[in-house]
C-alpha cells in the first residue's frame, strides 16, 4: 500500500514539474540563473574580488543548458529524472546567487573580508587551486589510512565484545569510558605520546572512526536471534562458522550505522588535529588563511570539505546497499 502511494506521489510531482512537454523547473531556473548573472553584471562591486567575468559566463551558460534541456529532459534515462527531482532546489540555487551577490559584492550588506559573493570563492579555485589540490591529497591520505585502520580494529574488537562474554566483561566498560570523551580531547596526550604529527593525527582519525564502529558492532552481534545460533549448532556449524556465517552477516547493518558515525567523526577531528601542527591539509589550510583574514579562502575550502564529506557518505550508502541488497524487506534500516 505504502509503494502504491510513494509511486502516486512521485508520479504528481514528476508530472506537475512539466506543462505540455517542457520541463518548467527547467525554465524557471534558468531564469533565475540569468537573473543572477544580469544582478552580477549589472551592478558594480563596493570591493573587486576578481574572476566576475568568470562567474557570469559560467551563471549564463548554466542558464542555456537548463532552457535546452526543457524539451529533452524526459529522455535521458537516470540522469534526466535525477534533474526532475531536484528542478526546484536549481531554481533556489539560482535566486540564492542573486540574493548572495547584492547583499555582498554589490551592497556590502555583508562586507569583506569576512564575507565573500560567489565570484570571490570562484576566484579562490582559480588563482589558488595547487595548493588547495595539494591540502585535498594529504588530507585524503591521513584521512584513508587512519579511518580504515581504525575500521578495521574496531570492527575486530566488536565482533569480540559480542561474541565472547569473557572479552565483553573486560572491554565493555573500558570502551564505555573512552566512547563518550570526544576525540580531540586527546589531542594533549597524543602530541606527547607520539613522536609526529602525522603519527598522532593518524591515532586521532583511527579513534574516532574506531570506537562507534565497535560499539555498534557488539550490539549488532549480541543483538542477533540465538535460535539462528541453535539452528546451525544443529547442522554441524563450528564458533568459527557461526561466527563468519550467522553472527556477522546478521550484524552488518548495525555495522554500517557505525561506519556512518565513524565517517562524520573521523573527518571532524582530522581537521582539528590538522590544524594543530600539520604542514598541510585542509584544517592547516584553514587555519593558515584565517590568520592572514583570507576568508574567502577560508570557506572555498569548506566547501570542497562538504562535498568530499557528503561524497564519502553517497559512497558509502552505495556499498551499504549493494552488500545488504539481500536483507531489504527482512531487515529495516
Request: hydrophobic residues 55%; contains cysteine; glycine residues 10%.
Amino acid at each position: 500500500m505504502s509503494a502504491a502511494v510513494d509511486k502516486d506521489t512521485e508520479g504528481k510531482s514528476v508530472s506537475s514539474a512539466f506543462a505540455g512537454p517542457v520541463w518548467k523547473h527547467g525554465l524557471y531556473a534558468a531564469a533565475a540563473w540569468l537573473l543572477a548573472a544580469v544582478v552580477t553584471v549589472a551592478f558594480p562591486d563596493v570591493v573587486p574580488w576578481g574572476s566576475r567575468d568568470v562567474f557570469v559566463a559560467l551563471l549564463v551558460a548554466g542558464a542555456l543548458l537548463l532552457a535546452g534541456l526543457t524539451f529533452s529532459v524526459e529522455r535521458l534515462g537516470a540522469f534526466g529524472r535525477g534533474l526532475i527531482h531536484y528542478g526546484p532546489w536549481l531554481i533556489a540555487l539560482g535566486l540564492w546567487f542573486a540574493v548572495w551577490e547584492l547583499i555582498t559584492a554589490k551592497l556590502g550588506w555583508m562586507p569583506k573580508p569576512f564575507f565573500s559573493p560567489p565570484h570571490g570563492l570562484l576566484h579562490v579555485y582559480i588563482v589558488d587551486w595547487q595548493r588547495i589540490l595539494i591540502c585535498i591529497v594529504y588530507t585524503a591520505r591521513l584521512w584513508s589510512i587512519g579511518f580504515f585502520s581504525g575500521i578495521v580494529v574496531g570492527f575486530i574488537g566488536g565482533v569480540a565484545l559480542g561474541w565472547s562474554k569473557t572479552f565483553a566483561y573486560w572491554g565493555m566498560p573500558i570502551l564505555k569510558l573512552i566512547g563518550p570523551v570526544p576525540a580531540s580531547a586527546w589531542i594533549p596526550a597524543t602530541f606527547f605520546l607520539f613522536p609526529t604529527t602525522f603519527q598522532a593525527s593518524l591515532f586521532l582519525v583511527a579513534l574516532a572512526s574506531g570506537i562507534p564502529v565497535a560499539i555498534l558492532t557488539a550490539s549488532g552481534v549480541n543483538s542477533v536471534n540465538r535460535s539462528f545460533y541453535d539452528v546451525a549448532r544443529t547442522l554441524g556449524a563450528s564458533n568459527r562458522y557461526l561466527v563468519l556465517r550467522v553472527a556477522i552477516p546478521a550484524a552488518l547493518p548495525h555495522v554500517f550505522v557505525g561506519l556512518f558515525m565513524g565517517l562524520y567523526y573521523s573527518f571532524a577531528v582530522l581537521v582539528v588535529a590538522e590544524m594543530l601542527g600539520a604542514k598541510y591539509g585542509m584544517g592547516w589550510y584553514l587555519q593558515f588563511q584565517t590568520a592572514y583574514s583570507a576568508y574567502a579562502n577560508v570557506y572555498a575550502m569548506l566547501i570542497v570539505m562538504a562535498l568530499l564529506c557528503s561524497g564519502l557518505v553517497k559512497l558509502l550508502f552505495v556499498v551499504r546497499d549493494r552488500l545488504l541488497g539481500w536483507q531489504k524487506g527482512v531487515v529495516q534500516w
